[in-house]
Nanobody, 113 residues
Framework: QVQLVESGGGLVQAGGSLRLSCVASGTIFSISVMAWYRQAPGKQRELVAVSTSLGSTNYADSVKGRFTISRDNAKKTLYLQMNGLKPEDTGVYYC???????WGQGTQVTVSS
């Protein structure tokens, strides 16, 4: 059974940092493309960052230079280090495995100005 459990969200002031984690189970993790998405209130879900099995990464323009995606294949865990947070980063953050049509519950990130 596929399961993705996100954690690490919270309330932080603008300029602060958070580190999100996503633990995967029941999935083929090491060869998967993994990604972080976010959904702000009243907006569509958007892609934030991508990590491929070969170690390459890609970021949305809005987070480049501030966010870093990483993964630990042995632990089947995906991370998102978020620095220099802005109020527009507020939303529910989800991780996604490209091989599965499954979404976890996400973790709420709220950035106050």
């Amino acid at each position: 059974q596929v399961q993705l459990v996100e954690s690490g969200g919270g309330l932080v002031q603008a300029g602060g940092s958070l580190r999100l984690s996503c633990v995967a189970s029941g999935t083929i993790f090491s060869i998967s493309v993994m990604a972080w998405y976010r959904q702000a209130p009243g907006k569509q879900r958007e892609l934030v960052a991508v990590s491929t099995s070969l170690g390459s990464t890609n970021y949305a323009d809005s987070v480049k230079g501030r966010f870093t995606i990483s993964r630990d294949n042995a632990k089947k865990t995906l991370y998102l280090q978020m620095n220099g947070l802005k109020p527009e980063d507020t939303g529910v953050y989800y991780c996604k495995n490209s091989l599965y049509d499954y979404w976890g519950q996400g973790t709420q990130v709220t950035v106050s100005s």
